[in-house]
T-cell receptor, first 111, second 112 residues
Framework: GQQLNQSPQSMFIQEGEDVSMNCTSSSIFNTWLWYKQDPGEGPVLLIALYKAGELTSNGRLTAQFGITRKDSFLNISASIPSDVGIYFCAGYTGANSKLTFGKGITLSVRP | ETGVTQTPRHLVMGMTNKKSLKCEQHLGHNAMYWYKQSAKKPLELMFV???????ENNSVPSRFSPECPNSSHLFLHLHTLQPEDSALYLC???????????FGPGTRLTVL
């Protein structure tokens, strides 16, 4: 089935460090989305990617749509304490498909 | 108000109560969604509405009843819930059914 794999489940970094997360699948996706969720809140859309090879930035965040269309990467540069949260990847495999979510990566930032 | 709003933010109800969750989107989108998020589980899609018509009912028990009176509003009517229904209920909207979804802040539901 269509599954999105995110690992590890948790990441711990020092404030100021860069961090990279990836999301992989055995299926081809034609849209990739990255969300951040704070405790008790809804996921917030960070970046949307619609074309293979696309590289998009949003402030300190950069995401890429993998050329194989089976993976995507999210990079956070110069991390700050408010980057703490759960980062989900999500994607559509095609028209009339449901949005598939990864299980998320919990990011902790040590001051 | 901007984006997607949900009320109430917190709800505690007994198993015999009837309550409703409300979602409103101010983005001019045509599709709206209900999701359930339980602790340590992936987001579970419950219902999808596109142009006010229900297009997806993801095997959700009948004690959950959605209503979409227009493209901006979505309700989830709850009755005779079970304790295992306690979760964060999230509403989302998108321009169409394959576009990026924007989520509301959620309703934290506790069933006693």
């Amino acid at each position: 089935g269509q599954q999105l794999n995110q690992s590890p489940q948790s990441m711990f970094i020092q404030e100021g460090e860069d961090v990279s997360m990836n999301c992989t699948s055995s299926s081809i996706f034609n849209t990739w989305l990255w969300y951040k969720q704070d405790p008790g809140e809804g996921p917030v859309l960070l970046i949307a990617l619609y074309k293979a090879g696309e590289l998009t930035s949003n402030g300190r965040l950069t995401a890429q749509f993998g050329i194989t269309r089976k993976d995507s990467f999210l990079n956070i540069s110069a991390s700050i304490p408010s980057d703490v949260g759960i980062y989900f990847c999500a994607g559509y495999t095609g028209a009339n498909s449901k949005l598939t979510f990864g299980k998320g990566i919990t990011l902790s930032v040590r001051p | 108000e901007t984006g997607v709003t949900q009320t109430p933010r917190h709800l505690v109800m007994g198993m015999t109560n009837k309550k409703s969750l409300k979602c409103e989107q101010h983005l001019g989108h045509n599709a709206m969604y209900w999701y359930k998020q339980s602790a340590k589980k992936p987001l579970e899609l419950m219902f999808v509405y596109s142009l006010e018509e229900r297009v997806e009912n993801n095997s959700v028990p009948s004690r959950f009843s959605p209503e979409c009176p227009n493209s901006s509003h979505l309700f989830l009517h709850l009755h005779t819930l079970q304790p295992e229904d306690s979760a964060l209920y999230l509403c989302a909207s998108s321009q169409d059914s394959t576009a990026a979804q924007y989520f509301g802040p959620g309703t934290r539901l506790t069933v006693l």
